[in-house]
T-cell receptor
């Protein structure tokens, strides 16, 4: 079955450490996204990518980095520069809006999420 | 002004009633509007998307869009306790891939 796989599901980090969250999709989607969710808050966009080797900053990119070396993969690194990284991280993917506009192209499919806790 | 605004709730409705969830957005160029449902500790799942002014119905759910007022709503008819969740409104700007979410409205359906 097609879907998005995020790993690990739970991750604990010591202060000062970088950690990388994995996101893999087999939906043949061109666009991929990373969101962060804090308790009682909506989803805030960290980064998104529309094509291999290209990505754009979202609303809260500081302290995070991404890569898009393969269409299927969009890993997120939470660096030590991110001062408050404890959160629920969600990866999503979609078709490109330009593929078929106004026809559900950019409906997001989400992974199960990764919960990061800083010790 | 936030790009997508929702009342965080909680919105409490009795079982069998109609739940009305509202969302406003700031970018007049937005073309895609989505409602997602999120259960506690889970990832969001799509309920509906709407592009055109007016109503769009799918089972017990109706999405309503008014671009002139920059307003989108979701009606849930015959609310069930299993509908208790957080409902997230999401919007994208016209021609762009970025999808922005509101804070979500927590719905509680009381048996």
């Amino acid at each position: 079955d097609g879907g998005i796989t995020q790993s690990p599901k739970y991750l604990f980090r010591k202060e000062g450490q970088n950690v990388t969250l994995s996101c893999e999709q087999n939906l043949n989607h061109d666009a991929m996204y990373w969101y962060r969710q804090d308790p009682g808050q909506g989803l805030r966009l960290i980064y998104y990518s529309q094509i291999v080797n290209d990505f754009q900053k979202g609303d809260i990119a500081e302290g995070y980095s991404v890569s898009r070396e393969k269409k299927e993969s969009f890993p997120l690194t939470v660096t030590s520069a991110q001062k408050n990284p404890t959160a629920f991280y969600l990866c999503a993917s979609s078709h490109l809006w330009t593929a078929f506009p106004l026809s559900g192209a950019n409906v997001l499919t989400f992974g199960a999420g990764s919960r990061l806790t800083v010790l | 002004q936030k790009e997508v605004e929702q009342n965080s709730g909680p919105l409490s409705v009795p079982e069998g009633a109609i739940a009305s969830l509202n969302c406003t957005y700031s970018d007049r160029g937005s073309q895609s509007f989505f409602w997602y449902r999120q259960y506690s500790g889970k990832s969001p799942e799509l309920i509906m998307f709407i592009y055109s002014n007016g109503d769009k119905e799918d089972g017990r759910f109706t999405a309503q869009l008014n671009k002139a007022s920059q307003y989108v709503s979701l009606l849930i008819r015959d609310s069930q306790p299993s509908d208790s969740a957080t409902y997230l409104c999401a919007v994208n700007a016209g021609g762009y891939q970025k999808v922005t979410f509101g804070i979500g409205t927590k719905l509680q359906v009381i048996p």
